[in-house]
């Protein structure tokens, strides 16, 4: 299985927007998908399987940190470690862009999220109470200090 890891275009936006779908319960809509690419603070990647856009994940750079904004698979193509090349892909970006310190939240529910970003290193570093909606959730703040 041969996987590419590359920017995010705006040709993509309709399969981004299908996996928002399929995956969370408030999806983002193509608008906001497309006014994300256009954000200069953002930096969007997604993972390619024989032409099909399987999976996709963003971060905004916020001064010296970095701040995720999602993370998807497709039901299908999960376990197979491509969540993996593209946070692995997304490391790699903040080292070569003065970013020291990574952070997200998860649903605490969420222990594949959750022992996603353990397996990088990710610490959980408190709680935000009800962040979520559909359902009311709180998240779990996680970081991740990146050597440079
Ligand atoms: C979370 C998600 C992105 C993981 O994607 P993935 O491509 O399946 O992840 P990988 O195959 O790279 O797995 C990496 C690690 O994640 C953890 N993981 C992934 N799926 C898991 C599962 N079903 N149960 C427990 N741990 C799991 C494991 O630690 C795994 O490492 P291992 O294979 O060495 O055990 C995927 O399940 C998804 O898209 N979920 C829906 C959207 C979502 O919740 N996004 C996160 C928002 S915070």
């Not at 490391?91 to 529910?109: D, H, Q």
Request: overall charge negative; hydrophobic content about 40%; glycine content about 4%.
């Amino acid at each position: 299985m041969e996987v590419e890891v590359r920017e995010i275009s705006f040709s993509d936006i309709d399969e981004v927007a299908e996996i928002e779908k399929i995956c969370f319960s408030i999806p983002w809509s193509k608008e906001l998908i497309a006014q994300e690419l256009l954000n200069k603070m953002a930096y969007y990647q997604c993972a390619i399987i024989d032409g099909k856009l399987v999976g996709y994940m963003g971060m905004w750079k916020i001064c010296d940190e970095g701040h995720i904004t999602n993370v998807a698979v497709l039901p299908e193509y999960r376990k197979k470690g491509i969540a993996s090349m593209l946070i692995s892909k997304m490391i790699e970006v903040c080292k070569c862009s003065e970013i020291y310190n990574v952070t997200l939240e998860a649903r605490e529910s969420n222990l594949e999220a959750i022992h996603l970003y353990e397996k990088f290193g990710f610490e959980s570093a408190g709680k935000r109470p009800n962040y979520y909606q559909k359902p009311t959730e709180s998240a779990v703040i996680m970081w991740k200090k990146i050597e440079q």
